[in-house]
T-cell receptor, first 116, second 107 residues
Framework: DVKVTQSSRYLVKRTGEKVFLECVQD?????MFWYRQDPGLGLRLIYF???????EKGDIPEGYSVSREKKERFSLILESASTNQTSMYLC???????????????FGDGTRLSIL | RKEVEQDPGPFNVPEGATVAFNCTYS??????FFWYRQDCRKEPKLLMS???SGNEDGRFTAQLNRASQYISLLIRDSKLSDSATYLC????????FGAGTRLTVKP
């Protein structure tokens, strides 16, 4: 089974802090994603990566950056945390099958981040 | 218009009922389709892929209508354990998630 591991289930930080959320997958997947999920808004894509050192902006990248130095690890960085970044953050990974394209994503358990 | 739209519900049904969820998508270039299930305070998990010819997995049936850009999920003989939020997912260049439909199955 695919295992996607997020570093923390719950995290509390203060406004202005730099926050790192780590995600590791063990299936050699090419694709990795960061989402946030808020009530009534569903999953919103922050950033994604199709390969090491590659990154693409999703729908709501403002206030975030990412790092993918190794294939198995995708980090989300809140440069200067703000209260409106309080949310559930979900990491996902997927692979690509020839002729079939992107395969379904597998999610980590999520990190509930509170910014005070 | 949202790329993927779902009826948010909630759907409250008795055990044993049949319930159907619908999902529409706006991009005709969408390549593949999935239904995910998300339990309260948990991560989304893949329920089933949706194939052009329609597909069934036990009590669950998924259908795709490309002409109408419409996906459905049918759950027969609902169980208490089916209570969850069901997310419609459409793959274009990346996965696009609907906001989810909440289902509560009651005894």
């Amino acid at each position: 089974d695919v295992k996607v591991t997020q570093s923390s289930r719950y995290l509390v930080k203060r406004t202005g802090e730099k926050v790192f959320l780590e995600c590791v997958q063990d299936m050699d997947h090419e694709n990795m994603f960061w989402y946030r999920q808020d009530p009534g808004l569903g999953l919103r894509l922050i950033y994604f990566s199709y390969d090491v050192k590659m990154k693409e902006k999703g729908d709501i990248p403002e206030g975030y950056s990412v790092s993918r130095e190794k294939k198995e690890r995708f980090s989300l960085i809140l440069e200067s945390a703000s209260t409106n970044q309080t949310s559930m953050y979900l990491c996902a990974s997927s692979t690509i099958r020839q002729f079939f394209g992107n395969q379904p994503q597998h999610f980590g358990d999520g990190t509930r981040l509170s910014i005070l | 218009r949202k790329e993927v739209e779902q009826d948010p519900g909630p759907f409250n049904v008795p055990e044993g009922a049949t319930v159907a969820f619908n999902c529409t998508y706006s991009n005709s270039a969408s390549q593949s389709f999935f239904w995910y299930r998300q339990d309260c305070r948990k991560e989304p998990k893949l329920l089933m892929s949706v194939y052009s010819s329609g597909n069934e997995d036990g009590r669950f049936t998924a259908q795709l209508n490309r002409a109408s850009q419409y996906i459905s999920l049918l759950i027969r003989d609902s169980k208490l354990s089916d209570s969850a939020t069901y997310l419609c997912v459409v793959n274009i260049q990346d996965m696009r998630f609907g906001a989810g439909t909440r289902l509560t199955v009651k005894p």
